[in-house]
């Protein structure tokens, strides 16, 4: 049986690996270690190449969603320490335990599992203690219970690594960043008046990292920022953070349409006057959003062409004017070409959603091309 091929299609993802290595550096600050977020591998970019970039970059830490997600990355002879951002699924703990992932704690019966398994390692197992200061999402809850989770950490054998939290509003709101920082300091000094201390405080993502410097503490979890887009347009514009991922595909048919001639499934784009249209091998199969029909643009010849109509499961058309396309010419969905750039942040704005998700949901029907010092990979 032969080789599998995986690139006939002409669409495919591109990766600058220099653009993450600059991004962690830009996010790098004095006296603070760096956790780089690879979770929902690498944010679309392929979490393995990611992280090797980012560590390469001066991180020190790695931070996943899944126990799944830190044992590709450990399969992968990735050693650097891993925290598992929830606490482990019921059953998950031996095989995180062996992998020396860091787990979360938040609850009692989260440790009396863990404690189980980790009770035959040669050395104390590392946890980090996560603190609700106002996510409402996950950790412990009202914070000032966070003093007898931490006191029943040590009864375990467990060693407290980290106290952490997670901010709700860091990109937006000030005044409740400021609230979840005191409910997160007040946690810390009671716990440290039971006799209790952690090697590490972390608290901000991309977003406390940048606006929120108190924020920083022993180590910052940047995810969104380390692939070079902003978490919200403008914050951190500053750092001159680099997009490492581009979206290409290319022209697979050309047609002429009358003005008037409907387009696509529920003939709901019409052409305005005469004009040429283009297909486009990739669909929301892909993770190309169909919300996006005939409300986004791609970029052609280093010019902007309407997405006219609905975007199917595999395929896309393309409204081109008066300009005739020619096929294999090369398609952006993201990011630039010639003078035009179509970002992360456009793309999320015109489907009513954010550029987190549009990252995320570039699925691997596109194959991954890395780019680096030493070429293409």
Avoid at 3 to 8: C, E, M, S
Avoid at 20 to 27: K, P, Q, S, T, Y
Avoid at 212 to 240: K, N, Q, T
Avoid at 293 to 308: E, K, P
């Amino acid at each position: 049986m032969g080789a599998v091929v995986t690139r006939l299609r002409p669409t495919w993802v591109e990766v600058d690996l220099e653009a993450i290595e600059h991004n962690v550096r830009a996010l790098s600050f004095d006296g603070v270690e760096v956790m780089a977020v690879v979770k929902a591998d690498g944010y679309g970019h392929g979490d393995v190449a990611v992280a090797r970039a980012a560590l390469t970059a001066g991180a020190s830490w790695l931070g996943v969603a899944l126990v799944e997600e830190g044992l590709g990355l450990r399969a992968a002879g990735i050693e650097a320490p891993i925290l598992v951002l929830s606490e482990l699924p019921r059953g998950s703990e031996v095989a995180a335990v062996a992998a020396a992932l860091t787990p979360t704690l938040a609850t009692p019966a989260a440790l009396e599992r863990l404690a189980a398994v980790a009770a035959d390692q040669p050395a104390p197992l590392g946890v980090h203690v996560k603190i609700d200061s106002g996510m409402h999402r996950v950790g412990v809850w009202p914070p000032e219970e966070a003093v007898g989770l931490v006191d029943l950490v040590a009864r375990s054998g467990l060693e407290l690594e980290a106290l952490w939290t997670h901010l709700a509003c860091a990109d937006t709101d000030e005044v409740t960043t400021k609230e979840q920082l005191e409910r997160f300091a007040g946690a810390v000094d009671a716990i440290g008046a039971a006799g209790h201390r952690a090697s590490f405080l972390h608290a901000a993502n991309t977003a406390g990292a940048i606006a929120h410097p108190d924020a920083r503490f022993d180590l910052i979890r940047p995810g969104i920022g380390i692939y070079g887009v902003e978490p919200v347009p403008g914050l951190g514009s500053s750092l001159g953070l680099r997009p490492a991922l581009s979206w290409r595909s290319a022209v697979s048919a050309v047609r002429r349409l009358r003005a008037g001639a409907k387009v696509s499934y529920g003939h709901r784009y019409a052409v305005a006057h005469d004009a040429w249209v283009a297909t486009v091998p990739v669909g929301y199969a892909d993770g190309y959003p169909r919300a996006g029909s005939s409300r986004t643009d791609v970029l052609i010849g280093g010019r902007r062409c309407r997405v006219a109509g609905s975007v199917t499961m595999d395929q896309l058309v393309v409204d081109c004017g008066d300009v005739e396309p020619s096929l294999d010419d090369e398609v952006v969905l993201l990011g630039s070409q010639e003078a035009e750039t179509v970002s992360a942040w456009e793309l999320a704005e015109r489907c009513d959603t954010i550029a987190y998700e549009i990252l995320a949901r570039v699925g691997a029907r596109a194959p991954r091309r890395y780019v680096s010092r030493g070429g293409s990979t």
